[in-house]
């Protein structure tokens, strides 16, 4: 049997018990054509890039699904079926990741975010102030319509 990595996104509206029992669905399926499911990781509600839909957010889960491509292709048949399943995905991986996925991990490893001073460190001097002399000498006033007369 081959591995596969399987992701989809359920609407935001249902209930996160509800997309617990469509994680359960749909691992009879597997169960039943002869694969196994190994981790489910349920990444939460999170927005989209783009409306999908009519809905802005989503429930991402992850499923690590140890089965025959027939059981994969039973189980995909039936979510677009399922109007509650908005995208899916299936890859195919040489081996499952041990531990957590990349989404699941702290933010904190990742480094500063912009905005924090990070990126391009303390911006303090940001170029010669206006109200000062420049190398052009002082200022004159400007030729205003009245002076011209």
């Not at 509206?13 to 349920?42: A, C, F, H, P």
């Not at 699941?104 to 990742?110: A, F, I, L, S, V």
Request: charged share 40%.
């Amino acid at each position: 049997m081959a591995l596969y990595e399987h992701v989809f996104l359920a609407r935001q509206d249902i209930s996160s018990q509800q997309v617990d029992q469509l994680v359960e669905q749909y691992r009879g399926v597997i169960e039943q054509n002869g694969g196994k499911v190994g981790k489910v990781e349920n990444w939460g509600l999170k927005t989209l890039s783009y409306r999908i839909k009519k809905n802005r957010k989503a429930y991402y889960t992850l499923m690590n699904i140890d089965a025959p491509a027939s059981a994969l292709h039973e189980m995909e048949r039936q979510m677009r079926f399922n109007e509650d399943i908005l995208r899916y995905i299936t890859i195919k991986v040489d081996t499952h990741e041990d531990g957590q996925s990349a989404m699941m991990q702290k933010r904190d490893d990742r480094g500063p975010r912009r905005g924090e001073r990070g990126d391009r460190g303390d911006r303090g001097d940001r170029g010669p102030r206006r109200d000062r002399e420049d190398d052009r000498g002082p200022r004159r006033p400007r030729a205003t319509d009245s002076d011209s007369e």
